[in-house]
């Protein structure tokens, strides 16, 4: 996840910011078993609290010798495309301009000294940033953010009790934002458990302790908010959402249940301001104890995969499918030579249970990447009006790879622009002279979306000019005329909907028509 106090990430959340860094120099964005308990381990409040607390100051009094201060430094080159990326370099970094008179000799002064420090031949600058994490096991293994400790070159830890030491990254992951680091102490170091999220339920109180601004173990209190969170920042979002107020510098620091268990780790807030305004999110405690175990192994983290794209079932998609009710998970596109291809899954197929449970399109990722690699996993597939049992191999998450140039396709001969008026959109074949208007592979294949009306439902639904359909009702189309077939047989069917799988810019998708010309309601 990568998220910026300062450079806001285009999403459904405008203003989502980093919980964590702030500095004074420059303020950074900021499944294994249980760990074994230790006699140095901070004990667990006895008994669970009803209701509202009296106090908190004994948990807090308990729990705060195990949460830190990371302190990081890193040299950065002015101007270089490492400052834009995080946001850095921008206004904090630099003073503003003041508004002096036009033509003032002061204004020349500043301006002539802005341009230096932004230069690129200006010398590097030592940036500094302060995050927050916790001690997860005497021997000194420290949990926090990802975006806490990136590029640095030198990171510190500071204890409840004003020791510093120097910590070196044991491992990161950078698709939950989490990272292991390790110190090295001549005593055993207090450390605090991961508990079990899944058993904390929206109205429980929670404490959250950190760093906020720099100000070393602040402690703060409010309830889980909401379960489940996805906030479109990656494939495995399941925050848990807090109203303990969370702030810049909170990043890696934990969120504890009334046990004194750590239920998550504070990672991002929604701020139009900057500040906490009452929407936090965290980790789930059951996602980054695996992912922290992994780190702690072998410095890195692997992924159960499938090799599917996939969205969720709308009730117009499951009209268009004869589905009841509307779930699910439909296929979009399947990996070549990836594990669902070699089970046989198909574009259209519809998976509503992994291993016997239930499954919605957004969770389908996260619950795959679970699963160890090389276990057989057994898929609930809907295919074509019936439900079959599809035993898949999990395989391991591959690294990001550029496609091989693919050869171009010859265009169908006979092809003509075709007007789809009720649909609001009209065809063309997808030629060379299409391809390289739009900047398209040679290898693809479809029917080019050459207009779209405004206001029309294409436009509703999100289909662009330059959008190519590839398959009318899970069945290839070559060209316009194929593509129209298509959908009068549907309508001669008296189909509901008609579905159309989509290539756009962000990879392939099934976008359902009403056959009746006008928004389902």
């Known amino acids: 996840m990568r998220l910026s106090v300062h450079l806001l990430r285009a999403g459904s959340l405008s203003c989502l910011l980093l919980a964590g860094v702030s500095g004074p120099v420059a303020a950074w964005a900021a499944e294994g078993a249980a760990l074994p308990a230790t006699p140095q381990a901070v004990a667990p409040v006895a008994g669970r609290m009803h209701g509202a607390p009296d106090s908190f100051a004994d948990l807090a009094a308990r729990l705060l010798p ?59 600058r030592r940036m500094q940033a302060l995050g927050s994490g916790f001690i997860i096991d005497p021997a000194g293994y420290i949990v926090t953010n990802n975006h806490v400790i990136r590029h640095a070159d030198k990171i510190t830890v500071t204890l409840q009790d004003n020791t510093v030491l120097t910590a070196r990254a044991v491992g990161h992951d950078d698709r939950t934002d989490l990272a292991l680091l390790k110190v090295d102490s001549k005593k055993p170091l207090p450390a605090v458990h991961f508990g079990d999220s899944d058993k904390r339920r929206v109205g429980d109180w929670v404490l959250a302790i950190g760093n906020p601004f720099g100000l070393s173990g602040t402690v703060t209190a409010g309830i889980i908010s909401s379960r489940g969170r996805n906030i479109d920042q990656g494939p495995y979002d399941d925050f848990i959402q807090t109203d303990a107020p969370i702030n810049k510098g909170n990043s890696g620091g934990p969120l504890f ?30 996602e980054a104890r695996g992912i922290v175990e992994q780190l702690r192994k072998t410095g890195k983290v692997s992924r159960g995969w499938l090799g599917v794209r996939i969205q969720n079932v709308t009730q117009d998609i499951a009209d268009g499918l004869g589905l009841s009710p509307a779930r699910g998970a439909l296929v979009a596109g399947v990996e070549k030579d990836g594990p669902a291809a070699k089970a046989k899954l198909q574009t259209g197929d519809v998976i509503q249970t992994l291993d016997g449970q239930p499954v919605e399109g957004k969770a389908l990722p996260r619950l795959s990447a679970q699963l160890p690699v090389g276990t057989v996993a057994h898929l609930g597939v809907w295919r074509h009006g019936k439900t079959v049992d599809v035993p898949v191999t999990i395989g391991m998450l591959p690294e990001p790879a550029a496609e091989p140039d693919a050869k171009p396709a010859a265009a169908p001969k006979g092809a003509a622009e075709v007007s789809l008026s009720t649909l609001g959109f009209s065809v063309g074949p997808l030629d060379a002279a299409a391809r390289q208007k739009y900047n398209l592979p040679a290898g693809q294949k479809g029917v080019l979306v050459t207009s779209v009306k405004d206001g029309g439902l294409a436009s509703d639904r999100g289909l662009r000019e330059g959008d190519v359909v590839t398959e009318v009702q899970q069945a290839e189309v070559t060209s316009p005329a194929d593509l129209k077939k298509r959908i009068e047989a549907a309508q001669k069917a008296n189909k509901k909907s008609v579905l159309l799988l989509v290539h756009d810019a962000d990879g392939l998708r099934w976008v359902p028509f009403p056959l009746n010309g006008e928004d389902a309601p």
């Open 257 to 286: 249940d009334m046990d004194g268990n750590v239920i998550g780790v504070n990672t991002a807030i929604y701020s139009p301001s900057g500040g906490s305004v009452g929407i936090g999110f965290s980790i789930p405690a059951n």
């Open 66 to 124: 195990a949460v830190v201060n990371v302190s990081t430094t890193q040299t950065v080159k002015s101007g270089s495309d490492e400052e834009d990326e995080d946001g850095e370099g921008g206004d904090d970094q630099l003073p503003q301009m003041p508004n002096f008179p036009q033509g003032s000799p002061f204004e020349k002064f500043f301006h002539d000294f802005m341009n230096r420090q932004s230069s690129p031949d200006a010398p590097p």
